[in-house]
């Protein structure tokens, strides 16, 4: 800036303060005064669920919730929570218990806990006056927010990113094809990286928890009221994309979008997934009588 320009801006300030003072305002206004913090969060067991808070003005939320073997700090969870923020809605990433920073023992299944997980973050929330608008998850944390929504009837609006269908495909793919075999000699298979490195155990009864964990009746137990996108990479090589469609045809209010070229981490397409799920949450704030008129008339 010259210095002309600057002595005009000067004179016209002094000039007329209440604009100056109006212009500030604006623009502070127009700057999402956002602070990240760490919860606690309590579940049934006892646990102690570990989540990052995204706090903006905004005073509902959205629970941002990480896949199989994964975390709060892993991308999209991070990436979807910071776009949330950037348009002033607050978001929570939490770990699941065993998973992350969060306390308990890692289980392979876990389904109905993980879901249980969410309603203790949910209702802690709640306790502090704070409405979720929506949950959101990644993977193994898409099955986990439709669980949810088929167990708990208080949030109106899910995503469900790459979620699988179809719980007994991918087992061999993990545990090697003689699986079974294995766990009726030795009552547990340890899993190892290609390093060779012990990641995690097995056991019957967790196998079992995925076994019996029954995608399509909870899919078809969602009320009517509640919206469910289901987005899926068509080059996902963990989860097929055939799944995605099957969400589809047994839930009862559900949009599907295929990111043509996507992988399983949507390594290539974040800024476009984070694009879709804030479009849809947002859908879901404006047409909500649920939603406050002050966070719609401020950010929309």
């Known amino acids: 800036m010259s210095t002309d320009e600057g002595q005009q801006r000067n004179q016209s300030c002094n000039s007329d303060p209440d604009f100056c003072l109006s212009k500030l305002k604006k623009k502070m206004d127009s700057l999402a005064v956002t602070q990240r913090k760490r919860v606690l969060v309590q579940n049934k067991h006892g646990e102690k669920l570990v989540g990052i808070l995204h706090e903006t003005a905004s005073k509902e939320l959205v629970i941002v919730c990480h896949g199989f073997k994964s975390s709060k700090d892993r991308i999209p969870m991070v990436n979807l929570a910071a776009a949330f923020e950037k348009e002033g809605l607050s978001a929570f990433r939490f770990d699941f218990a065993g998973n992350g920073e969060s306390e308990g023992l890692f289980q392979y299944g876990n389904y109905r806990k993980e879901a249980d997980d969410i309603h203790a973050v949910v209702q802690h929330f709640h306790r502090e006056n704070r409405p979720v608008a929506a949950l959101v998850g990644h993977s193994k944390g898409g099955n986990a927010v439709l669980l949810y929504a088929s167990m708990y009837h208080d949030v109106e609006t899910i995503v469900n990113i790459s979620g699988r269908f179809?719980?007994?495909?991918?087992?061999?793919?993990?545990?090697?094809?003689?699986?079974?075999?294995k766990l009726d000699q030795n009552g547990y298979i340890d899993v190892k990286n290609r390093r060779g490195t012990f990641e995690y155990?097995?056991?019957?009864?967790?196998?079992?928890?995925?076994?019996?964990?029954?995608?399509?009746?909870?899919c078809q137990a969602i009320p009517q009221n509640c919206r469910v996108l289901t987005i899926h990479g068509s080059r996902d090589e963990m989860v097929p994309v055939d799944d995605a469609v099957e969400f589809a045809k047994h839930i009862a209010n559900h949009k599907l979008h295929i990111f043509e070229g996507a992988d399983h981490e949507y390594t290539s397409h974040q800024h476009q997934l984070a694009s879709l799920v804030l479009s849809f949450v947002k859908e879901g704030l404006l047409t909500s009588s649920k939603s406050t008129t002050r966070f719609i008339q401020?950010?929309?």
């Open 166 to 181: 179809d719980l007994e495909r991918g087992i061999e793919g993990r545990l090697g094809k003689d699986f079974l075999k």
């Open 201 to 218: 155990r097995v056991t019957k009864e967790s196998l079992l928890d995925r076994l019996t964990t029954d995608t399509r009746a909870a």
């Open 298 to 300: 401020s950010r929309f």
